[in-house]
């Protein structure tokens, strides 16, 4: 089954954006995102975003951002929205900060969880010790 077939039936989606960005212009670029990434949180179907640096300034993607969507309809009318392409244009035009961006839309396809194990010392509550142990898969 196709990713559109499946979003089509409400699927959750996530949003994976690489940025190749200049490492002088990584905070310029970030600050600007952090608006863009405001308007986008008011969106019908937006569910949460995330913006991740680069450890190192040789990385050839500085940032990267992974957002999550009820579906990939949501993501397409959200990308519509005639401020949001008034802004990303303006981002684009901008000849301060220059970037390429590199988007698609993902679905879970396997997951892996930390295992918590709860401590089973009396008198104590908290993580640690043996017992109800999970193997922390999806």
């Given at each position: 089954m196709s990713q559109g077939s499946q979003?089509?039936?409400?699927?959750?989606?996530?949003l994976v954006n690489v940025f190749e960005v200049p490492a002088q212009h990584v905070?310029?670029?970030?600050a600007?995102?952090?608006?863009?990434?405001?308007?986008?949180?008011?969106?019908?179907?937006f569910v949460d975003t995330r913006l991740h640096r680069a450890l190192s300034s040789q990385t050839r993607f500085q940032l990267v951002n992974v957002a999550h969507w009820d579906s990939a309809e949501a993501?397409?009318?959200?990308?519509?929205?005639?401020?949001?392409?008034?802004?990303v244009?303006?981002?684009?035009?901008?000849?301060?900060?220059?970037f390429a961006a590199h988007p698609a839309l993902y679905r879970?396809?396997?997951?892996?969880?930390?295992?918590?194990?709860?401590d089973r010392t009396?008198?104590?509550?908290?993580?640690?010790?043996?017992?109800?142990?999970?193997?922390?898969?999806?």
């Open positions: 979003s089509a039936n409400g699927t959750p989606v996530t905070d310029a670029f970030i600007r995102w952090r608006e863009r990434a405001a308007l986008m949180s008011t969106q019908p179907g993501v397409q009318a959200a990308q519509a929205d005639p401020e949001f392409q008034q802004r244009n303006a981002a684009i035009a901008d000849p301060q900060v220059r879970v396809v396997a997951e892996v969880l930390r295992r918590v194990v709860p009396p008198g104590r509550v908290g993580a640690g010790g043996r017992g109800g142990e999970s193997s922390g898969l999806r």
